[in-house]
């Protein structure tokens, strides 16, 4: 049968098994919080690169249709003529 005296170490060792456990438990949170602001820094540093990436990508396709409208007025009011008068057939309700 345990003595008074071993329950005693027993219960003084589940003790530090669990203050221990509660350190470690500590420390996973803290790392795992860690990473998680790391990657969300890795995701908004990725987000705002697309960013640019899409506004530089607009500007140059605007630039290149300004560019295309000035060398080929004619040819540009046709297509854009031709596409209104396209769309305005589609979305009217003739039968």
Do not use: C, W
């Amino acid at each position: 049968m345990a003595t008074a005296d071993e329950f005693s170490k027993e219960m003084d060792q589940i003790k530090k098994d669990f203050a221990s456990l509660r350190n470690d438990i500590g420390s996973i949170l803290t790392s795992v919080k860690d990473l998680a602001e790391k990657q969300g820094q890795n995701v908004s540093d990725l987000a705002h690169d697309a960013e640019k990436t899409v506004k530089n990508q607009a500007k140059e396709a605007g630039e290149n249709m300004e560019k295309y409208i000035e060398e080929r007025p004619l040819t540009s009011a046709l297509v854009a003529f031709g596409s209104g008068f396209i769309i305005g057939m589609l979305l009217s309700n003739r039968r």
